[in-house]
């Protein structure tokens, strides 16, 4: 079959100073009709860059050689309204932050329209926009088109993402990452929602970390390391039988959720905090109703405990570890952390809590302060516990010792680290003052797989440490398999199931925790077996 969309001999050459960045050499690659091709590989080997490159969205100081075709002709010299057009019609990008990509100044509704007035001139300009979001499986549609990026979740934004893409009726659609952050369910739709748009001719790329959700959709997988095409081809003998030894180390680096990890949950100490009958109300930003986030929720962390708060987005899981954290104030019930209800704490109180639990964040470089250098960083919280300069060093670097980074991070700034390494900075940061309780929101989902088992490595040693405990919200079934001790689901702002893991992932006794387990992508065969 003929090609769709041929890139042949593409490179992307970036000036960095003196010096320059290859980005891309010599990557060849196509998408047939009807056709659905995954890329994959790490952080920083090219895969976005392709993307950019086909859609002329390069920085702008890049030169980019080499050609690329959709339909047989060359739109590798595009300018002005020609590529306005074959951005809209010929290739259209998903990108991977649905909310940075979205106005936040305009609805979704005015967004569509926009997209259908530039394209696609005529009719019923918000008709047409109730349909498209509605043929992307956004609920209640027409009730959508009047709300703001802001007010919308993760998956919801990314669905108008798609919707947008689509408004032209592209002849390839390209998304970027367009999962990362979503849990397993959501992650499943939006996938089966994108390779559903190969067909009747048009063709899909999608880029990806999540090799074992890609293995589901996709035709063929492309792996990309250090901007060369190392691999190419059907998805199955890519994942089963890999011929290129960095394919083969991103396959094993890949989680399998049907392993087991065989802690003994009887290490548990003493109580560290006990959450009774605690309920979270949102109001309303416009009118007087109230949103419960939390309901009748019981909950109790001992010393020694590795807890995954698992559900669907919107559940209520990161409500959960915010009023665990104390930056959320309960509407009912109590938490209570050292005997003390937290709720009833002054701010000054409550700073001085933080010396028993600290939070490690979702997205490592968001997390960070860019105007802070990493000892600094790692120094903040211990201002809160020692005053002398010399110890607070000591500390310091027993600190970044602890999380497998050395002396020299100390003066890095954010930019200057990579995805792991800033994440376990953050870790480090955490970590410093030894406290009693460490929450980890989404510890591993915006990092690529073969840094995910770094990271998954580091926490699974500090875990051994019996005299903490660690919370992990997670959408991340197999790591929550690999690590956790107790896995607590929620859904609907309840807790519907909590357990030892190994109980839970073999003998689910709630509806939704079958339907999260039966959502979790794998692969349907380890590496390991067909050698």
Known sequence: MSALLDIRDLAVTIPTGASEVHALRGVSLSVAPDEVVGIVGESGGGKSMIARAVTHMLPGAARMSGEVTLDGRNVTQLDGRALQAFRGGGVALCFQSPRSALSPTRTVGKQMADRFRAHSPGGDLRARAVDAFQAVGLRDPEHQLDRFPHEMSGGMCQRVMIALA??????????????????????????????????????V???????????????????????????????????????????????????????????????????????????????GRFSRNRVPAL?????????????????????????????????LKPTSGRVDFGGRDIARLSFGQKRGMRRHMQMVYQDPLDALNPRMNVEDIVSDPLRLVERDAARRSALI?????????????RPRFPHELSGGQAQRVGLARALAID??????????SALDVTVQAQILTLIRRLTERRDRAYVMVSHDLATVRALCDRVVVVDAGRIVEEGPTEKIFTDPVSPKTR????AAPHLSERLKETQ
């Open 166 to 203: 689509l408004a032209c009726e592209p002849r390839v659609l390209i998304a970027d990452e367009p999962t990362t952050g979503l849990d397993v369910t959501l992650t499943g739709e939006i996938l089966d929602l994108i390779a559903a748009q190969a067909q009747g001719g048009r063709g």
């Open 205 to 283: 790329m999608i880029i990806s970390h999540d090799i074992a959700a890609l293995s589901k959709i996709c035709d063929r997988l492309v792996v990309i390391e250090a901007g060369r095409i190392v691999e190419d081809g059907p998805t199955r003998e890519v994942t089963h039988a890999p011929k290129n030894a960095y394919t083969r180390r991103l396959i094993e680096a890949v989680p399998d959720i049907r392993e087991k990890r065989g802690v003994a949950t009887e290490q548990r100490g003493e109580t560290l905090m006990l959450l009774s009958d605690v309920g979270v109300t949102y109001r």
């Open 295 to 327: 309901s009748d929720v019981d909950l109790e962390i001992r010393k020694g405990d590795t807890i995954a708060i698992v559900g669907e987005s919107g559940s209520g899981k990161s409500t959960l570890s915010r009023t665990i954290m104390g930056m």
């Open 397 to 409: 670097d027993r600190a970044l010792n602890e999380v497998g980074l050395d002396p020299s991070f």
């Open 435 to 444: 406290p009693d309780l460490v929450v980890l929101d989404e510890p591993t």
């Open 515 to 518: 339907a999260l387990l039966d």
